[in-house]
C-alpha cells in the first residue's frame, strides 16, 4: 500500500512557526530547557537558528519541472522496487517532494508514517562530528589535540581527534577487530559490547594493532566510537543524553534519539529484502558511528540548519565538507564526518551514505544550491543510493544526471554507490 504526500508551502510555514516559539522560548531564558546536571557539566549550545530560512533558488518553472523528475523517480525506484522506508528532496526552505512507505514493525497493520523514527545507520557520522565541530568552536576541544590527553591510557600517543574526524587514525574496525581476538581465545566474547569496551579492548591488546595515524584513509566505526566517549568525557553527559538536549530538542527533531540497549525493543525494526526481520547482535550499545534513529523531516531540519551560517561556525563546517585524504587519484573524498565527490572543476557533492543490518541509508547536503536529498529506506535495497543521481536536477554533475537519465528511461537504478563508499 501506498502512503505518500507532497509537502510545500505548509511544511514551510510550520518551519517559520518552531523557529518563532524557539525566538519566544528564548525571550524567557537564554538557553534550552535541560535537566539539572552536576556542577562543572558542559552542555554545547547552538544558537537558535534563523528565522530567515534558506529560500530555494529555483523558479517557479524549474521547481516544477524538478518536481515532476523526482515523482518519476520515486514511483520507478521506491513504488517499482517495493522499497519501505522515507524519502525527502528540498530546495531551499521548500520541500519539493517527501513520502513514506512500507512497514515500520513485524505486524503488517503496522504501516511506515512520516513520524516513525528509522535508523540512519553511518549518518550517524555526521550529526556526531557537528558536535565534536561545537565542541572545537567553544574551545573544550582542539582538532589536533590527541586522544591519549583526554585518555592517558590510549596506547597510539599520535592519534588526534582530527585523525578520528576524517577516519586517518589507523585504527582498525571494533566488529572484526574484536571477533578476531575472540578467535584467537584472547578475548571472552559478551553478548554485547558499550562504546567503553571499544576503548579498553584498544587499550589492552594494543599490541596486535598496526597504527599508521594520518598515513592514509581507512574508514572505520571505531573512531566515531570514540568520539562519542570524548563528548561524553569532556561534557560529563551521556552522549544520547547530550544529542538529545543540545542538537535534538532545540532543533525540533521531535521523532529522534540515540538507541540504547535498555530501549531496543522499541526501536523499528529493519527487514532483509524478503522482509524476514533482521536480528540484532552484539554491537547494538555501541553509539557515536551508527544509532541514530530519526524520520526524514527531522533530518531536513538538521540539514536547514547547517545551511544557516549563524548556527555553526560557518569556517569549522567548510573546513569539514573538504577532502582530508589526497593519496590516492580520483573523485572520493572524507572531510570531518562526511563523505564527498570532489571533481576537478571545483564542484563537490557532500553525502553521507549508511548500512546496517537492512537499513540503507543516504543524505545529501548541497551548500552551494541549498539542496537536501534524503533517502532512508529499513528493508535492504541498494537502490536507496541512486537517489544521489537526483543531486544533477540541481546542479551540473554529467555523471549523474546520466544515471538518473537512465532511471527515468525505464531502466533499473544504478547501483552508483557500494555501502561503503
Same mark, same amino acid.
Given at each position: 500500500?501506498? /502512503?505518500?504526500?507532497?509537502?510545500?508551502?505548509?511544511?514551510?510555514?510550520?518551519?517559520?512557526?518552531?523557529?518563532?516559539?524557539?525566538?519566544?522560548?528564548?525571550?524567557?531564558?537564554?538557553?534550552?530547557?535541560?535537566?539539572?546536571?552536576?556542577?562543572?557539566?558542559?552542555? @554545547?549550545?547552538?544558537?537558535?537558528?534563523?528565522?530567515?530560512? @534558506?529560500?530555494?533558488?529555483?523558479?517557479?518553472?524549474?521547481?516544477?519541472?524538478? =518536481?515532476?523528475?523526482?515523482?518519476?523517480?520515486?514511483?520507478?525506484?521506491?513504488?517499482?522496487?517495493?522499497?519501505?522506508?522515507?524519502?525527502?528532496?528540498?530546495?531551499?526552505?521548500?520541500?519539493?517532494?517527501?513520502?513514506?512507505?512500507?512497514?515500520?514493525?513485524?505486524?503488517?497493520?503496522?504501516?511506515?508514517?512520516?513520524?516513525?523514527?528509522?535508523?540512519?545507520?553511518?549518518?550517524?557520522?555526521?550529526?556526531?562530528?557537528?558536535? *565534536?565541530?561545537?565542541? *572545537?568552536?567553544?574551545?573544550?576541544?582542539?582538532?589536533?589535540?590527541?586522544?591519549?590527553? #583526554?585518555?592517558?591510557?590510549?596506547? /597510539?600517543?599520535?592519534?588526534?581527534?582530527?585523525?578520528?574526524?576524517?577516519?586517518?587514525? %589507523?585504527?582498525?574496525?571494533?566488529?572484526?577487530?574484536?571477533?578476531?581476538? *575472540?578467535?584467537?581465545?584472547?578475548?571472552?566474547?559478551?553478548?554485547?559490547?558499550?562504546?567503553?569496551?571499544?576503548?579498553?579492548?584498544?587499550?589492552?591488546?594494543?599490541?596486535?594493532?598496526?597504527?599508521?595515524?594520518?598515513?592514509?584513509?581507512?574508514?572505520?566505526?571505531?573512531?566515531?566510537?570514540?568520539?562519542?566517549?570524548?563528548?561524553?568525557?569532556?561534557?560529563?553527559?551521556?552522549?544520547?543524553?547530550?544529542?538529545?538536549?543540545?542538537?535534538?530538542?532545540?532543533? !525540533?527533531?521531535?521523532?529522534?534519539?540515540?538507541?540504547?540497549?535498555?530501549?531496543?525493543?522499541?526501536?523499528?525494526?529493519?527487514?532483509?529484502?524478503?522482509?524476514?526481520?533482521?536480528?540484532?547482535?552484539?554491537?547494538?550499545?555501541?553509539? %557515536?558511528?551508527?544509532?541514530?534513529?530519526?524520520?526524514?523531516?527531522?533530518?531536513?531540519?538538521?540539514?536547514?540548519?547547517?545551511?544557516? @551560517?549563524?548556527?555553526?561556525?560557518?569556517?569549522?563546517?567548510?573546513?569539514?565538507?573538504?577532502?582530508?585524504?589526497?593519496?590516492?587519484?580520483? #573523485?572520493?573524498?572524507? !572531510?570531518? $564526518?562526511?563523505?564527498?565527490?570532489?571533481?576537478?572543476?571545483?564542484?563537490? #557533492?557532500?553525502?553521507?551514505?549508511?548500512?546496517?543490518? $537492512?537499513?540503507?541509508?543516504?543524505?545529501?547536503?548541497?551548500? =552551494?544550491?541549498?539542496?537536501?536529498?534524503?533517502?532512508? %529506506?529499513?528493508?535492504?535495497?541498494?537502490?536507496?543510493?541512486?537517489?544521489?543521481?537526483?543531486?544533477?536536477?540541481?546542479?551540473?554533475?554529467?555523471?549523474?544526471?546520466?544515471?538518473?537519465?537512465? #532511471?527515468?528511461? !525505464?531502466?533499473?537504478?544504478?547501483?552508483?554507490?557500494?555501502?561503503?563508499?
Amino acid at each position: 500500500m501506498k /502512503f505518500y504526500k507532497r509537502l510545500g508551502s505548509k511544511f514551510k510555514f510550520s518551519l517559520i512557526c518552531v523557529s518563532l516559539l524557539s525566538v519566544l522560548h528564548s525571550c524567557k531564558k537564554d538557553s534550552v530547557t535541560i535537566k539539572d546536571h552536576k556542577p562543572g557539566v558542559y552542555i @554545547p549550545k547552538f544558537p537558535n537558528s534563523s528565522q530567515e530560512l @534558506p529560500a530555494s533558488p529555483l523558479n517557479g518553472a524549474q521547481k516544477e519541472l524538478a =518536481k515532476q523528475q523526482i515523482k518519476s523517480y520515486y514511483d520507478k525506484t521506491w513504488e517499482g522496487g517495493n522499497i519501505s522506508g522515507q524519502f525527502l528532496v528540498a530546495s531551499g526552505d521548500e520541500v519539493l517532494f517527501s513520502a513514506f512507505r512500507g512497514i515500520a514493525g513485524t505486524n503488517p497493520e503496522l504501516p511506515m508514517q512520516e513520524t516513525t523514527p528509522l535508523h540512519i545507520a553511518s549518518i550517524s557520522k555526521s550529526l556526531t562530528a557537528v558536535m *565534536v565541530l561545537k565542541c *572545537v568552536s567553544d574551545g573544550k576541544l582542539k582538532l589536533d589535540q590527541t586522544l591519549q590527553s #583526554i585518555f592517558p591510557k590510549f596506547p /597510539f600517543p599520535q592519534i588526534t581527534i582530527q585523525d578520528l574526524l576524517s577516519h586517518r587514525s %589507523g585504527l582498525p574496525r571494533y566488529e572484526y577487530l574484536i571477533p578476531d581476538l *575472540v578467535k584467537k581465545k584472547k578475548l571472552i566474547p559478551k553478548n554485547s559490547y558499550s562504546n567503553q569496551d571499544v576503548l579498553e579492548i584498544i587499550s589492552t591488546y594494543n599490541k596486535e594493532i598496526s597504527v599508521l595515524a594520518g598515513k592514509r584513509f581507512s574508514y572505520a566505526n571505531t573512531n566515531f566510537a570514540l568520539l562519542a566517549l570524548v563528548l561524553e568525557k569532556i561534557t560529563g553527559v551521556p552522549f544520547p543524553e547530550l544529542m538529545h538536549e543540545s542538537l535534538f530538542q532545540p532543533l !525540533g527533531m521531535n521523532n529522534t534519539y540515540v538507541l540504547e540497549l535498555k530501549n531496543l525493543n522499541k526501536a523499528t525494526p529493519s527487514f532483509y529484502a524478503n522482509s524476514r526481520q533482521h536480528p540484532w547482535n552484539e554491537y547494538e550499545g555501541i553509539y %557515536g558511528d551508527k544509532n541514530v534513529y530519526t524520520t526524514a523531516k527531522d533530518l531536513y531540519k538538521f540539514s536547514l540548519a547547517l545551511f544557516d @551560517p549563524k548556527w555553526i561556525n560557518p569556517s569549522l563546517l567548510s573546513e569539514a565538507m573538504t577532502g582530508k585524504s589526497t593519496e590516492k587519484a580520483g #573523485i572520493k573524498n572524507y !572531510g570531518y $564526518g562526511f563523505r564527498l565527490k570532489e571533481y576537478p572543476d571545483g564542484s563537490k #557533492i557532500v553525502f553521507h551514505t549508511g548500512w546496517w543490518h $537492512g537499513s540503507n541509508t543516504l543524505f545529501i547536503h548541497q551548500p =552551494k544550491t541549498k539542496t537536501t536529498i534524503i533517502a532512508i %529506506g529499513n528493508k535492504y535495497s541498494h537502490s536507496i543510493y541512486s537517489a544521489m543521481s537526483l543531486v544533477s536536477i540541481f546542479e551540473n554533475f554529467p555523471d549523474k544526471k546520466e544515471e538518473l537519465n537512465k #532511471i527515468l528511461i !525505464g531502466g533499473t537504478p544504478a547501483d552508483t554507490l557500494s555501502h561503503s563508499e
